[in-house]
């Protein structure tokens, strides 16, 4: 019997209909014969409500009591929709992260999933019980709730599914799969019927909002071969009951790719902040001085690009930070400015950081001087550059978002004909 588990987002299940909704999807996967597990999230809205709750009680607060606080959305879908699947007939009952048990270190609001005990939901699924399992939380060292972050039921939908060796997870969301960027801005993006382990990590980490990072990061991990589709689909429409392939993305391994395009998608983040240090000394320990501190303040420097400054014998050294440490890191360069000795501290954070992603670009060279020449016909300043084997970043004023994103799809040719 093969098992799948389904996961339903905030906006899957924001009111008692998407609920009933949701049970339809459920019950098809029953009615076909799988041992289905299925995670969900809190109704839309209702996390950011009891966030707020505790920020208003006390801005500084024990975060295991905020975790107490916000696991609650989570709880209340859990026994809806198993209410909902008993209605319609469907053996089902609810499972919080505490009862399962989904253990997590000890990072309350950020932990991290350590291990599932998938026996008894083993047992449970396989004997025909839909196991409705309440994602974003799980059971910490300490005996206490824990969550994992915002997004955070993603993770545990994978977690659950590489616990049960499951043949796939299905993630249920407001859109019908990954496409090549975003169609809000390039209304000819395409949806991508797959998507590389690695190139989805790119993408999620580069700006694509559809996974959480940490969850894709876990189905590479794993291999937990992840389906992103609708849940708006009506449950029983014909590509949905297997008439036709379902309509989504699979995110699998590169192997299980037959067509591999150079360039598979263009993200783009505007969480970004630059820094530039001018007239730096050319000296050793320059660097250990500016980003050992930003390291030690859990900030995470992304590009970083250093040349010879104007009079030559000195540098520049400008990098990027995420925008909400800006403040902090500029904070921090001041606090240390005598032991890194430099001539002028500048910052700016309408920057945008475009990326081409691709695992084709391992065998193609030429792509990025492509990209270069693109941007610069357009007039386009590119202020920093970093590239791995798959992927190529550049850093532009936020103006030009649009007019880059657009000039680099049709670039690799992936707009709709
Ligand atoms: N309900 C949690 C949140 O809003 C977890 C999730 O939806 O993935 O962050
Ligand atoms: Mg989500």
């Given at each position: 019997m093969s098992r799948l588990v389904l996961k339903f987002g905030g906006t899957s299940v924001a009111d008692l209909d998407r609920i009933r909704n949701v049970a339809c999807h459920v019950k098809r996967e029953v009615d076909a014969g799988h041992a289905v597990a299925v995670v969900v999230s809190a109704m839309a809205g209702e996390t950011n409500k009891l966030v707020g709750f505790c920020r208003d009680m006390?801005?500084?607060?024990d975060a295991r009591e905020y975790d107490s606080v916000v696991a609650a959305g989570e709880q209340v879908t859990t026994g809806l929709l198993a209410i909902a699947l008993q209605t319609m007939g469907v053996n089902a009952r609810s499972w919080l992260g505490w009862q399962l048990p989904i253990r997590t270190d000890?990072?309350?609001?950020?932990a991290h999933i350590?291990?599932?005990?998938a026996k008894l939901l083993d047992e449970r699924i396989t004997s025909g019980q839909v196991a409705v399992i309440a994602g974003f939380q799980g059971l910490g060292p300490d005996n206490r709730i824990t969550t994992l972050g915002r997004g955070g039921s993603d993770a545990s939908a994978v977690a659950v599914a590489a616990a049960l060796n499951a043949e796939r997870c299905d993630i249920y969301t407001d859109v019908d799969g990954v496409y090549t960027t975003d169609p809000r801005i390039v209304p000819a993006a395409r949806r991508l019927p797959k998507v590389a382990y690695e190139e989805m990590l790119e993408m999620a980490s580069l700006?694509?909002?559809?996974?959480q990072v940490r969850a894709v990061e876990m189905a590479m991990v794993h291999g937990v071969r992840t389906f992103v589709r609708s849940s708006?689909?009506?449950?029983?429409a014909p590509e949905i009951v297997g008439a036709n392939e379902p309509v989504g993305t699979l995110i699998c391994d590169?192997?299980?790719?037959?067509?591999?395009?150079t360039v598979t998608g263009i993200a783009y983040s505007k969480d970004e902040a630059q820094i530039t240090l001018r007239h730096?000394?050319?000296?050793?320990g320059v660097a250990a001085a500016v980003f050992g501190p930003l390291a030690d303040a859990n900030i995470n420097v992304d590009m970083i690009v250093q040349n010879v400054s104007e009079d030559g014998r000195t540098t520049d050294l400008t990098f990027t930070v995420p925008r909400s440490d800006y403040e902090r890191s500029m904070a921090s360069i001041e606090a240390n400015s005598e032991e890194i000795g430099f001539g002028g501290l500048e910052g700016v954070t309408d920057v945008v950081k475009v990326s081409v992603i691709g695992i084709g670009m391992r065998s193609h060279a030429g792509v990025a001087a492509q990209a270069f020449r693109a941007l610069a016909g357009r007039n386009i300043n590119i202020r920093a550059i970093t590239t791995s084997e798959i992927k190529i970043s550049v850093l532009i004023d936020a103006a030009f978002t649009e007019l880059a994103v657009r000039t680099l799809h049709s670039l690799y040719g992936l707009d709709t004909q």
């Open positions: 006390a801005p500084l607060h000890g990072a309350h609001g950020a350590e291990a599932i005990d700006g694509a909002k559809v996974l708006f689909d009506a449950p029983d590169e192997d299980e790719i037959v067509e591999k395009n730096v000394q050319d000296k050793p």
